[in-house]
Structure formats: C-alpha cells, structure tokens
Nanobody, 119 residues
Framework: QVKLVESGGDLVQPGGSLRLSCAAS????????MGWYRQAPGKERELVAL???????NYADFVKGRFTISRDNAKNTVYLQMNSLKPEDTAVYYC?????????????WGQGTQVTVSS
C-alpha cells in the first residue's frame, strides 16, 4: 500500500515561513521523482517544485527565490521550505511521487495539507 503523508501546513502571516514534509511508504523512495503541487479554490492544481531521483530541483516562477525543495532518501521524506509567504500562496499543498520512466510505472498523491497566509 503506497502512502504519501503531508504535514506542516498552518495559518501564517504574510512574510512568514513554513516547512512542509511528506513521508512516503510502500515505494522505493530513492528512485522516484518527487514534487509539490498546490490547488487553490476554483483553480487547477499547479506544480510548485520538483526534485528528481538524483537531486535536480526545478521551481515554478512564482516561488523562485522563496521556496526550496529537498529530499532525504534515508528518511523517505521530501520537504518544502517556504519563506516570504504571500496571501496568494494560500492553497492545499500536495505531495506527488512518480517513477521517472513514466506514470504507468508509478503515480501517487498525498492527501494534502492546508497552507493559509493571512493577516
């Protein structure tokens, strides 16, 4: 049974910081590309950041310079450090795991964690 469990979402003020965590089980974590996505009410789910199985990171333009994705293969965990948070960052954040050779070989989602940025 594959499980991706996110944690760390909270209510924070603009300019604040949060660190999200995603703990994976039931997969060979080290071979999977890992990503963070988010979805705000009424909007499509969008990619925030991804990190490949060999550690190469990519970011959406709206988080460059503010967010950092990292992974700890020994702990089967991927992180998203979020700094300088803005109200428009408010969304449910989802963890995603995908086999690098294609979705047919692995495509999994966590349940999401709520991030709310408000004064």
């Amino acid at each position: 049974q594959v499980k991706l469990v996110e944690s760390g979402g909270d209510l924070v003020q603009p300019g604040g910081s949060l660190r999200l965590s995603c703990a994976a089980s039931g997969i060979l974590f080290s071979i999977n590309d890992m990503g963070w996505y988010r979805q705000a009410p009424g909007k499509e789910r969008e990619l925030v950041a991804l990190i490949t199985n060999f550690g190469s990171a990519n970011y959406a333009d709206f988080v460059k310079g503010r967010f950092t994705i990292s992974r700890d293969n020994a702990k089967n965990t991927v992180y998203l450090q979020m700094n300088s948070l803005k109200p428009e960052d408010t969304a449910v954040y989802y963890c995603h795991a995908q086999h690098p050779l294609g979705r047919g070989l692995g495509d999994y989602w966590g349940q999401g964690t709520q991030v709310t940025v408000s004064s």
